[in-house]
């Protein structure tokens, strides 16, 4: 990549996050007293919004649990009435209640005899197998259901323990608003202020970010063709491709693509991955990184560590939130069957993604 063409990138990415850093806001002659209570604003905003999300998975959740601990009476009553039945029928082949079928087998004294004895036997082996292969079906249903059920009750738990503490967190953060708004010298106008950075996370940055990730995951699956566009990209090395991409071509490649995505650029750094935008007035930085994961399948996926917006850093529960809406993961098999990668890694501008041919 020419020297001069990345020192624009990062000249770039260095203005936005200068703009929307602390000193912007210090700039506008925000005192840290007053930027922490805008910041805990978001936090609280952020923290409701989980919140609400998890009160309403723990319904759907509930109600699941409902309706499977009825298909499952129901499931152990079928079950319980096929194992009745096949119990009577292996109990028929020890006690002898089907020997007149056999001994008539042993005394046929024509051709129309000895037809008619093997339909009948034909009728009573079948019959008696689609008992017993009916209860066995009905038995693995009913195992599979219990653990399934086990399973939404774990689940349950967890989403419950997790409303807990976001709840401890929220009360957390509303006290340190209550607390500095107490102490500051006008608090009408911070208070003021603090009700527009909401509205204006809500009704604008929030938008914003879902509309950079919204397409970023929808191009992320097209960047086989890059790799298509370019074979310098990939190199071998026996039976081992490795594909190397540069920051300026990932920024060219996605915004090619996407016209949602125009000012918005990553930057490879060491170990870390930057990216932000700019609109509006509005900006938005993360930071994070590539790191090659193999359940539920191989895959070379996107992990965020951090969001801010105008500067203001967003709770953990936000970038959980981006994490579980957009997958921004790369799939080495969509370029090749049975190709997987094996490491990853991101230094001065390029990032190298090895990759082998089987397990």
């Not at 200068?18 to 923290?47: F, Q």
């Not at 911070?190 to 604008?204: F, I, P, S």
């Not at 919204?214 to 490795?242: I, T, W």
Request: with cysteine; proline share 3%; charged share 30%.
């Amino acid at each position: 990549m020419p020297n001069r063409k990345r020192g624009l990138i990062v000249v770039a990415l260095g203005c936005l996050l200068l703009h929307s850093g602390a000193s912007a806001e210090n700039a506008r002659g925000i005192p840290d007293e007053d930027r922490r209570v805008l910041e805990k604003g978001l936090t609280v905003y952020e923290l409701d919004r989980e919140i609400g999300r998890l009160a309403d998975e723990d319904k759907r959740l509930n109600a699941q649990l409902q309706e499977m601990g009825q298909r499952l009476e129901q499931t152990a009553r079928l079950a319980e009435e096929q194992r009745k039945k096949t119990e009577r029928i292996i109990r028929s082949y020890y006690t002898g209640q089907r020997q007149s079928v056999w001994l008539a087998a042993l005394n046929v004294h024509s051709l129309q005899d000895a037809l008619y004895v093997w339909d009948q036997l034909q009728l009573l082996l079948e019959s008696d197998n689609r008992t017993i292969d009916r209860y066995m079906s009905d038995y693995r249903a009913l195992k599979s259901a219990r653990a399934k059920l086990e399973e939404e009750r774990g689940k349950l738990a967890d989403t419950r323990n997790a409303y807990v503490a976001e709840k401890e967190k929220r009360q957390a953060a509303q006290k340190e608003i209550d607390r500095l708004l107490a102490s500051a010298t006008e608090r009408a106008r911070l208070e003021r202020e603090l009700e527009a950075t909401r509205q204006q996370w809500e009704e604008r940055g929030l938008p914003l970010f879902q509309q950079y990730f919204r397409a970023l995951a929808d191009v992320m699956p097209k960047l086989p063709e890059l790799l298509g566009q370019n074979s310098k990209l990939v190199s071998f090395k026996g039976l081992a491709p490795k594909v190397t991409i540069g920051d300026e071509e990932l920024n060219k490649f996605l915004q090619a693509k996407s016209p949602s995505l125009t000012g918005f650029s990553f930057l490879f750094g060491h170990n870390v991955i930057t990216a932000g935008g700019q609109t509006d007035g509005m900006s938005i930085t993360l930071e994070g990184r590539y790191v090659v994961v193999n359940k539920p399948v191989n895959a070379v996926r996107f992990t965020i560590d951090s969001l801010t917006f105008n500067g203001y850093s967003l709770p953990e529960s936000t970038v959980r939130s981006i994490e579980r809406q957009f997958d921004l993961s790369f799939y080495p098999n969509k370029l090749m069957p049975f190709l997987y990668a094996s490491e990853v890694n991101v230094d001065n501008g390029v990032m190298t993604v090895q990759l082998k041919i089987g397990r």
